[in-house]
């Protein structure tokens, strides 16, 4: 592709919420029936997904395991927004509604969640076990909590670069380990090849690269203050080398259209040799590449080495989906007793990787999973999540990175090789939703990415950044900026 199609390519919440009022028709199977035990049904919004929710084991599981019958109802893959907005505008009555970021930081500031505190402080000593102290931050707002924060699997990295061992053994190259080397051994597979070695996404504009010129996360503390990643002085030095192996021909120029799986595509067809790869990916990635080429191995790259001598790698910590319970429900006792229950220990576990013996076996203290009876009944059991005991869940999934050993092999060396070096965790992982932060991200995201990309691609010069700086600070940045460091310092007395 020319630099004028990457150009091209790079170039090219109103909420409608009417007062929530305690007048609204109830949704059919909510606040009336019930399971005969004085338990009444209860509704849950979920993202969606490719599975019916009310006929997957988990549903009766959770059904058994609490006493609640539970309706589930899921957000459209496309415009979920929009749909979301459009059922609390219209006062669709739910129990429990499981958001993303965005759409929480919307609904709890339009007044449309019910805060949790006392709710929480009656009914919820499971709640209040298995969540951590940091992670109420990202839920509170103005003192009050609006939702139950479901956080992930704990510290761990996703990608790493991996490339074509064989080809790395055939031309006598070793792994390099600064981005110097890396520059030397993509020519020398370029020139033996006649191929562009680099491929990628682009959500890969950063990654290891952009980590090894200390550009590790979003937001960076940098000697007590909260910088923006657009802000880094080692963005530029970044962009120049980026620049440098997309005219050399390094570096895929397909990279802004490529999907994930038309990236991974072009690696496993021989038309690349170096990739950022995913390792929940690797199976895929791996098979394709051997059906293709049956003597053709992966290397893993080990973190790159920056200026300092170290491999620093950045990750985010912070909480993926939010529990929230509508104002407009009319059973909130009840639904905070429900997610309490789901956060006990032992229904708990139950719940994310199934019986002991019967769904998982504990070997050497890891979590492995009975095939195929953990996949028959536990396939979809993330999506029924309603928060996670954060002490103990970042041991009980990697069952479910064990189920696959390539899968699992992939996932330990990545985990391997970043913790040789520095994790660096984003600060902001545990901030609360912070306004300007919050309703200017998704503009400023976008306004980066896009610049950076003409940058790497030649269409803009490196000289210009401190001008498209100014403007970045001029359309949301500097309040972003302002309010991420009053709250950064709150926290750092």
Not at 95 to 114: C, N, P
Not at 174 to 194: F, G, M, Q, R, S
Not at 359 to 383: C, M, Q, R
Not at 425 to 454: E, F, G, H, R
Request: charged share 25%.
């Amino acid at each position: 592709m020319k630099k004028g199609s990457w150009l091209a390519i790079v170039l090219v919440f109103a909420l409608a919420l009417a007062a929530c009022g305690n007048n609204s028709t109830p949704a059919p199977g909510s606040g009336s029936g019930g399971d005969g035990e004085g338990n009444p049904n209860l509704t849950m919004l979920m993202q969606y997904s490719l599975f019916d929710p009310n006929a997957d084991p988990v549903a009766k599981n959770i059904e058994d395991a609490t006493g609640y019958k539970v309706t589930y109802e899921m957000l459209p893959a496309e415009s979920a927004d929009e749909k979301l907005n459009l059922m609390v505008a219209n006062k669709q009555n739910f129990d429990i509604m499981k958001l993303g970021s965005a759409q929480f930081y919307k609904l709890a500031t339009a007044g449309a969640l019910e805060p949790l505190n006392d709710l929480i402080e009656s009914h919820g000593p499971n709640i209040k076990a298995a969540i951590k102290e940091d992670s109420w931050e990202s839920v509170t707002i103005d003192g009050k909590i609006y939702a139950i924060p479901e956080t992930g699997s704990g510290i761990s990295v996703g990608e790493e670069l991996v490339v074509r061992q064989d080809w790395m053994e055939e031309l006598s190259l070793k792994n390099p380990t600064t981005p110097d080397e890396l520059y030397e051994v993509l020519k020398a597979i370029k020139k033996a090849k006649n191929i562009v070695p680099l491929t990628g996404s682009k959500d890969s504009i950063y990654g290891d690269i952009a980590a090894a010129f200390g550009v590790l996360n979003d937001w960076n503390d940098v000697d007590g203050k909260l910088l923006h990643k657009a802000e880094l002085p080692q963005m530029k030095e970044f962009l120049t080398y980026m620049n440098k192996l997309y005219s050399e021909g390094l570096l895929d120029s397909e990279m802004p259209i490529n999907t994930s799986a038309k990236a991974i595509e072009k690696f496993s067809s021989g038309n690349a040799a170096m990739i950022k790869l995913a390792w929940w990916s690797a199976s895929s990635a791996e098979a394709a590449l051997v059906k293709n080429f049956p003597e053709a191995k992966i290397g893993i790259i080990p973190y790159l080495v920056g200026k300092d001598g170290k491999s620093s790698i950045g990750v985010n910590l912070a909480t993926t989906w939010f529990i929230a319970i509508p104002k407009i429900s009319k059973q909130k006792e009840h639904a905070i007793k429900l997610l309490d229950t789901k956060l006990k220990k032992d229904i708990f576990i139950k719940l994310a990787i199934g019986e002991e013996g019967v769904h998982h076996e504990v070997k050497d203290g890891k979590y492995y999973p009975i095939l195929p009876k953990f996949n028959d009944d536990l396939t979809n059991a993330s999506s029924y999540m309603t928060g996670v005991n954060e002490y103990d869940y970042p041991a009980y999934w990697q069952a479910r990175v064990r189920k696959d050993p390539v899968l699992q092999s992939y996932y330990e060396a990545f985990q391997e090789n970043a913790a040789k070096g520095n994790i660096v965790v984003d600060p902001m992982s545990i901030a609360p939703p912070i306004d300007a932060v919050s309703k200017n991200k998704q503009k400023l995201t976008k306004l980066l990415d896009d610049t950076v990309l003409m940058y790497i691609a030649g269409a803009q010069s490196r000289d210009n950044y401190d001008t498209f700086l100014s403007q970045w600070m001029a359309e949301g940045g500097a309040e972003s900026v302002k309010e991420a460091n009053e709250w950064y310092q709150t926290i750092s007395k």
